[in-house]
Nanobody, 126 residues
Framework: QVQLVESGGGLVQAGGSLTLSCAASGRTFSIYAMAWFRQAPGEEREFVGGIRWGAGITNYKDSVKGRFTMSRDNAKNTVSLQMNSLKPEDTAVYYC???????????????????WGQGTQVTVSS
């Protein structure tokens, strides 16, 4: 089993920045990739960005490209999501997820992920 704990959410004005962190523990050697998803009220949970645990290759949802950046620290078993130029439509609960599924990029499908964090709220005011 892998446990994931997110931190760093909060309230920020439009145009501001936030950094989310996700700490992984347990059988972390089984992780192939990690990702951030988000879910706004009344919406489906959607892929935001992913990173391959070993190679560090990233992929992003189109609407966040150039604004959001994922990184990982293998020694500390953490991944981060740096979010800049935030918009009100970025408001959601953000979830960290980990998968054992392999591929060049982290998968975008929610069903591909084996482990999930509890989520952290990000609210962007206009």
């Amino acid at each position: 089993q892998v446990q994931l704990v997110e931190s760093g959410g909060g309230l920020v004005q439009a145009g501001g920045s936030l950094t989310l962190s996700c700490a992984a523990s347990g059988r972390t050697f089984s992780i192939y990739a990690m990702a951030w998803f988000r879910q706004a009220p009344g919406e489906e949970r959607e892929f935001v960005g992913g990173i391959r645990w070993g190679a560090g290759i990233t992929n992003y949802k189109d609407s966040v490209k150039g604004r959001f950046t994922m990184s990982r620290d293998n020694a500390k078993n953490t991944v981060s999501l740096q979010m800049n130029s935030l918009k009100p439509e970025d408001t959601a609960v953000y979830y960290c997820a980990a998968t054992r599924a392999t591929g060049y990029y982290a998968p975008r499908e929610r069903s591909a992920y084996d482990y999930w964090g509890q989520g952290t709220q990000v609210t962007v005011s206009s």
